[in-house]
């Protein structure tokens, strides 16, 4: 299977997973959702396969696209506000490359990353959007696929800041990440929780892109995979859990795995492929991240490794506190039903078969670098 038609089908999966979750949506959403998935996947197709500027302007297109669909969805002055600025950045990448300004592009390439998955400090707007709306959080974990792929594929080359500055964009990538972890420390509700090891990840993925410019581009597309299916499915499991007992804090009540069972195991395994749980597409992206970071700064690496450690220390004491202990008041809402149990299984199989069968992402993605 091409690296192409691997993340169309990934994007557009997580871009309709949303609808899984049955929330209320406003008039006029499936043809936002339709145009969606038509963006990410000519997004992808276009980023993955095609050269030389056509790809990046249709690609960039597409981006912008998805972008402004996004906005549309969105409910906060602050999601729309990010995401706008996040689409400027892309057209800036845009007139950059038109132009023969590659570096110009290709900062702007990382700003618009940065702002779309939520790199601190440019975290406001993604952590606004897992707080109020986490359905358009996935959908924007699905649209930054093509993004990476761009910025790896098209970008980077064209620029000779690439190589030059690769080790400050991987240590500011690794100092975002532990300050996600720390971030997850302080949270209080399951929601943030889920925000900070978004933004946790989004470390991870600037360092991986960063490392890309000497030459890493396969770490980068299995942590912006990982960072994609884990965090949907992190996330999925939330809205899941909240839909049935309402919004969760960490200082409430718990016990609710004799009424969740199977919800409880699926936030275990999300929680734990998101820390590398070995067998999972999460160890091997941190792996060849490592590698990568240890080549390029072992400070780095250092960083990251105390960050993923802090981070599953909030996470254990997360599902201590949702699913263990004492119950609280006695719920009446069933465990996940058939639909929630089927998006469950799917995303739980890819990372597991990308995690048991690496091959299949790291084969394709190989050929980007030559």
Known sequence: MSLAIL???????????????????????????????????????????????GGVVVAAIAAVAALLLHTLGATSRDARLWLGLAAVAVVVVVIGMVTGRGDVAFVASLVALALRVGVAPLHAGVFAIAERQPALLIELFGSALGAVVLHLRLIDGASV??????????????????????????????????????????????????????????????????????????????????????????TGPGGRVRAFPTLT????????????????????????????LWEEGPVAAAIVVVASATLAISLLRGYGAVFLGPPGPRTVARDLDGRERLVVAALVLALVVIGVLPMIVVGPASALSD
């Not at 043809?31 to 969606?36: H, K």
């Not at 597309?221 to 999925?236: D, I, K, N, R, S």
């Open 265 to 292: 195991a699926a936030f275990a395994f999300f929680a734990a492929a998101g820390v590398g749980l070995p067998g999972t597409a999460g160890f091997i992206a941190d792996d060849l991240l490592l590698h990568a």
């Open 7 to 53: 993340l169309a089908v990934i994007g557009a999966a997580l871009t309709l997973l949303p609808l899984a979750l049955g929330m209320p949506a406003p008039r006029g959403d499936s043809a936002r959702r339709a145009g969606l998935v038509v963006a990410v996947a000519t997004g992808v197709v276009a980023a993955t396969t095609w050269s030389g500027s």
């Open 161 to 250: 800041l690439a190589r030059d500055v690769a080790v400050p964009v991987v240590v500011i990538g690794a100092a975002a990440t532990l300050l996600g972890a720390l971030l997850a420390l302080a949270k209080t509700t399951l929601r943030g929780l889920w925000a900070a090891s978004v933004g946790m990840h989004a470390g991870m993925l600037l360092a991986a892109v960063g490392a890309a410019g000497r030459g890493h581009d396969v770490a980068a597309v299995l942590v912006v995979v990982t960072l994609a299916l884990g965090m949907a499915g992190f996330g999925f499991v939330v809205a899941a859990l909240e839909a049935r007992v309402g919004r969760v804090t960490l």
